[in-house]
């Protein structure tokens, strides 16, 4: 695995990923938030997190695919 420490998620489902994304802030101590959008393709089409003290947004945008 490229980065030690991390715990990496077996599934694309958009509540793990959040979890996962949780999980991961919160052993590196980072404040945030982590929530699960709607883009129109149904419930959970992305998961958003907004890291304020880095000035850093990411999000994970799921398809019917994944």
């Known amino acids: 695995m490229p980065f030690p ?3 990496y998620e077996s599934s694309a489902d958009h509540p793990f ?3 996962g ?4 802030l ?6 945030g938030q982590v929530r699960t959008r709607d883009l129109g393709t149904g419930p959970g089409d ?3 997190g ?3 003290d880095s ?6 945008q ?3 695919g994944d």
């Open 5 to 7: 420490g991390i715990v």
């Open 17 to 19: 990923i959040k979890q």
């Open 21 to 24: 994304v949780q999980r991961l």
């Open 26 to 31: 919160n052993q590196r101590k980072l404040s």
């Open 46 to 48: 992305a998961v958003d």
């Open 50 to 52: 907004h890291l304020p």
């Open 55 to 60: 000035r850093r947004r990411l999000r994970f």
């Open 62 to 64: 799921l398809s019917t």
